[in-house]
């Protein structure tokens, strides 16, 4: 989320990390007990929730403290389990491992067992509360900060610094100041704090959503999706490239994680682009860019969107619906790179599959197709997302009964759940450290006073507000999974935008798309790091070649607010003016970055189609026609050129 002699990040091994119930060393009976522990608890906390998703759920603080105490405890225990210290160090590792698993097991257990007098309590608590409050806060935060490293722990503590003086602030930033008893216990023992709203988005909706991506992937997806790929777009010109584009577009529209996409399906794709004659390089950041938007393609597109639906107060369905061209521009875009990378390095595409082998494909693909077009139609019919991933759940595994070629046996199913439940903890960790950040914002009014500052700092310019939403977003997204560095920004700068007249959709999908493309942004690219580990490429020449092949989707999110038919806001016409306008752009840049269209072009039609295709990108009806014209300009220039030269050498082979 790198090996090759650079550092792995730690978010990076959570996404890559897959539990096997069966493979612990006998010589090591301490981690078959870890693995033990993990898989216990994975397991029972999953059927603790699936049993409430169909008979009835208990009150909210229940229902997430049971996941967080959960969470926090497989996020120790991977930890002790994966790790290689030995003798002083491994006892004194167990010893924190085991002291935060009795901590978020007795907090969580505390509000299950003590639920009715915490509810009868009016907000006036004891003692007990504040204590086991503050161990809660601490073991979230110290497990926050295994999973995902020290940035996000770091933003939690100032913003509790924050609250707690108050008073000490500068005037635009002051405000009365809580007392650290208020504060533990309202982020505890209410749902506006670790417990709030992107907490309960992940209880109620992710968890079932990863479950089924997690049985999706034991199903053998990965496999059958680069092979699907490989059917469809294998035999064209560089066809392992756009294998790469199609099959971790597919496989990334259910996993909804771009290193995690990277890792599954760039064993596949980037070794079969080597063989036919991409650099490692550009073999590398096509794989990233592709697994990059997977956050941005639906159906599923990580646990932020479920958390952007609860915000904007809309079905998950107008959300996806709004995705698809956004996401649709960007995949085109890299075909399109793919395509003319190809056609310049005069590659070729792979060899047909054999009429036997396209049957057996064909009989793999429904097995899986099936469970995801009823997911994807079931959310678009208004169905809970919830209910909808239940059902695709169990349409596949009764799918699989009947597969003979990837038939799940007891164990395989345990392990399935298991891994999805252990994918489940670092979103778990990362959106209740959000909620203190959401809790502190509130509370002290913090959130109209940076909508304030911020709107001053822009002095009403949209644009450059826009800039420093986008600047905010990328850094941000460097040290923090997409999911809080998403809540974060929604909560500090989305009203800022709407405040200045951007549709709400469109404001917090801006904010959301440039966290996602943090995954391939330098100097701090997870995606791209991930993918140059397996290419055998270097780190930060593979992050450049991904930023500039993905430069659309750097564009794209300028386009949708100034544009927001793009993102279904308004009707046909407001949605087909930017389409056409965003093929347009996609063709210019393609073409200026990977300098070549129908023949290699100099640097004069190069620039042509570069500011053409910016032209095309602007809001402004003229200047999109301009930049057509311009765009149209450097493709006749070069057919005249072909012609002409096609001309001499027609003449020339008549002399002889």
């Known amino acids: ?305 479920f958390i952007m639906a609860d915000m904007l107060q809309v079905g998950y369905s107008t959300i996806i619906m709004a995705a698809f061209f956004p996401a649709l521009i960007y995949y085109t875009n890299l075909f399109f790179v793919v395509d003319l990378e190809a056609a310049k390095l005069e590659l070729r595409g792979l060899d047909d599959f054999e009429k036997g082998q396209t049957v057996q494909l064909l009989k793999d693909s429904i097995f899986l197709l099936v469970p995801l077009g009823i997911l994807f139609g079931m959310v678009l019919m208004q169905y809970s997302p919830r209910y909808a991933a239940i059902v695709s759940l169990a349409v596949l595994l009764l799918m699989n009964m009947v597969n003979p070629r990837h038939r799940l046996g007891p164990r395989a199913l345990m392990n399935a759940m298991v891994d999805g439940m252990r994918s489940v903890a670092p979103i778990t960790v990362a959106v209740a450290v959000a909620g203190i950040i959401v809790g502190v914002v509130e509370v002290t009014g913090l959130g109209l006073n940076l909508t304030t500052i911020m709107t001053a700092a822009a002095e009403n310019s949209l644009l450059l507000l826009l800039i420093l939403t986008m600047v905010s977003s990328i850094i941000l997204g460097m040290g923090l999974p997409t999911v809080a560095c998403y809540i974060i920004l929604a909560l500090i700068i989305a009203p800022v935008m709407v405040r200045l007249g951007v549709p709400p959709i469109a404001a917090h999908m801006f904010v959301f798309y440039f966290g996602t493309l943090s995954a391939i942004t330098p100097p701090v690219a997870l995606g791209s790091f991930t993918a140059a580990g397996i290419a055998g490429s270097a780190p930060l020449q593979t992050s450049f070649t991904s930023l500039r092949i993905a430069l659309p989707a750097f564009l794209m999110p300028y386009l949708f607010v100034f544009q927001p038919g793009l993102l279904f806001q308004g009707d046909v016409t407001a949605l087909l003016v930017p389409l056409v306008n965003s093929g347009l752009a996609v063709l210019g840049l393609s073409a200026a970055t990977v300098g070549y269209f129908r023949g290699r072009i100099g640097l004069l039609r190069r620039a042509m189609f570069l500011i053409g295709a910016l032209m095309a990108f602007a809001p402004d009806h003229l200047t999109d026609i301009a930049g057509a014209l311009l765009i149209a300009a450097a493709i006749a220039i070069g057919e005249l050129s072909r012609s002409k030269g096609e001309t001499v050498t027609a003449r020339g082979s008549a002399r002889q």
């Not at 160090?89 to 009715?116: E, M, N, W, Y």
């Not at 209880?203 to 490989?230: E, I, K, P, W």
């Open 1 to 305: 989320m790198e090996n090759c002699g650079h550092r792995v990040s730690p978010a990076g091994r959570r996404e890559e990390q897959a539990l096997t119930i069966d493979t612990a060393s006998p010589s090591d009976p301490l981690r078959r007990v870890l693995r033990a522990l993990i898989a216990a608890i994975a397991l029972s906390t999953a059927a603790f929730y699936f049993y409430t998703a169909w008979y009835g759920t208990y009150p909210a603080l229940i229902q997430r403290s049971v996941l967080l105490g959960s969470a926090i405890c497989l996020v120790f225990l991977g930890l002790a389990e994966r790790s290689p210290a030995t003798g002083a160090k491994r006892t004194l590792l167990i010893t924190l491992v085991a002291v935060g698993v009795a901590a978020s097991a007795l907090t969580a257990g505390f509000i299950v067992v003590d639920f009715q007098n915490i509810a009868e309590s009016a907000g006036f608590y004891g003692q007990t509360e504040v204590i086991l409050a503050s161990i809660m806060v601490i073991a979230l935060l110290i497990a926050t900060w295994f999973a995902f490293g020290a940035a996000l722990p770091l933003i939690a503590i100032a913003f509790i610094l924050y609250a707690l003086f108050g008073r000490s602030m500068p005037d635009i930033l002051s405000h009365r100041g809580l007392s650290w008893s208020s504060l533990m216990a309202g982020n505890y023992l209410t749902t506006k704090g670790v417990l709030g709203v992107p907490l309960g988005a992940v209880a109620d909706v992710v968890l079932y959503f990863l479950v089924f991506s997690s049985f999706l992937a034991a199903t053998g997806a990965s496999d059958t999706f680069v092979r699907l790929s490989q059917l469809l777009v294998g035999r064209m010109r560089g066809g392992p490239a756009k294998i790469a584009v199609v099959g971790s577009g597919l496989l990334g529209s259910v996993s909804g994680s771009a290193v995690a996409n990277v890792a599954a399906s760039g064993t596949f794709t980037i070794p079969m682009m080597k063989r036919v004659g991409y650099s490692p390089h550009f073999s590398g950041a096509v794989e990233a860019v592709a697994s990059s938007g997977s956050q941005i393609m639906p159906p599923v597109m990580g646990a932020a969107v």
